[in-house]
């Protein structure tokens, strides 16, 4: 079986509200999972340039990069033309405070993008690395450390 490197980035875009911070996610799956808006760096972009375009395309919102959260890393398996592959995947993600835009204008790649608040975000995501990524992003939020620039 061939083996596929894919770096990608992401974010968690999130808005105050008066009974806390929501976030976006993105359906997948035909339906069947809830993810953090992500997508491949093109060559020669800088990863928080392609954690800002991903998120805009994905769930139709825009926001201000506040900092770098976490790189996550997996494997998958892709049936492509010429076979199975094993994908090796880095994502990089950002926390983004809202700006502007709507949830109706996320792209064809995903089923839907809605609001969350917090809890019921990282409940409703389907996978564990992801999760730990919220979870980071929640202590930032709740720790008031989401200003100034990127970390790490």
């Known amino acids: 079986m061939r083996t596929r490197l894919e770096i990608s980035a992401g974010g968690v875009i999130y808005r105050q509200r008066p009974k806390g911070p ?3 996610l993105i359906q997948t799956h035909e339906g069947t999972a809830w993810q953090l808006p992500k997508g491949l760096i093109e ?3 800088p990863a928080e340039d392609a954690a800002l375009r991903e998120v805009a395309e994905e769930t139709g919102l825009s926001g201000e990069l506040l900092r770098r959260l976490e790189k996550i890393e997996y494997w998958y398996v892709w049936d492509d033309d010429g076979g199975r592959v094993r994908v090796h995947k880095f994502v990089y993600f950002f926390l983004l405070r809202y700006t502007t835009g709507s949830t109706k204008d996320h792209d064809d790649e995903v089923d839907d993008a809605r609001w969350f608040p ?4 990282h409940s409703k995501l389907s996978f564990e690395g992801e999760r730990r990524v919220l979870q980071l992003a929640a202590e930032v939020l709740a720790a008031g450390d989401s200003s100034g620039q990127p970390s790490g």
């Open 43 to 45: 060559r020669g972009e």
């Open 118 to 121: 917090l809890a019921e975000a």
């Open 22 to 24: 929501e976030v976006c």
